[in-house]
């Protein structure tokens, strides 16, 4: 990063400078309109936050030890530093103007998030493996939907996984308050990324969309497969893409997979519900896991 953050920031807040006023009445999928919602809810709905000035909890020795034991903090790191890069990478590419700000402000956001990271294994003292060098080969466009759907995934389990540990008391209060910002962040990055989606579809010639739902595919496959793949390496002491089984495994024993579930649906519910009710919500993993939900009961003391 060249500018300084808050000079990023300031430059990217808010939607002054844009032309495009905020769009009254039904608004359809697609249209300039819908473009200018989901940008705009995005742009207006940044939280200035200075990552610098975050004052760390003191933590007792139990707390800071199950913090610093969490097997997830190289993985955090590298995923924020990769997908600041991704969704940079990007914006570059878009000509939109008011498009190309609101992707501008989400890349902004992720290398905020790592920064907010890094200062918390500094503040508690966690050691890091060394960071890989992060680089966009290729399609900035597949770049992108790849941090889309991949947030789209760890988000989800994320937003239940957060509250879980604000519930059992596992995270203090005081770091719980501290991360709310960058867990809201994501809820707002997977709500422009699925509308960016939904509008983007529409938006091409009939002939290429074939083509983008076969990419669409193909980015779901690999995170699968990178998900599948990684944890395979997890006994080699590589830590582990897939956040929510090494999360809840962290989170102690009493976690149950039915209880998990339904806080993560309701917890995405109740994150989404502060936006716009005309832009559409994250879809797919929601639904998937209210259909394993199905499959899997409660114990009895939850009954
Ligand atoms: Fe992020
Ligand atoms: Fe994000």
Known sequence: MSASPSAVSDSLAGSSGTQEPFPEGPVRLGSDAHKTLFCRTLLDTFDPYKPAVIDWPKLDSQARDRLVSLPIWDIAVQTEGRARLNVAAYAAATTDPLLRKAIELNAFEEGRHKVVLANLVTAYGIALAPEPQYVVRGDPEWAFMVTGYSECIDSFFAFG??????????FPEALVDTFEPVIQEEARHILFFVNWAAWYRRTMPLWRRPLFELKVLAVWLFLIWERIGIARDVGNGVQD???????????????????????CLAENKRRMSRY??????????????GLARRCVRKPKRYA
Do not use: C, H
């Not at 893409?241 to 806080?263: C, P, R």
């Not at 009710?277 to 993993?285: E, K």
């Open 241 to 263: 893409n897939n956040f929510t089984v090494t999360g809840a495994k962290s989170l102690g024993a009493d976690i149950n997979v039915a209880e998990l579930i339904d806080i």
């Open 161 to 170: 996984l957060f509250e879980s540990a604000k519930r059992s008391g596992f």
């Open 276 to 289: 716009d009710q005309r832009l559409v919500r994250p879809f797919a993993i929601p639904a998937l896991a």
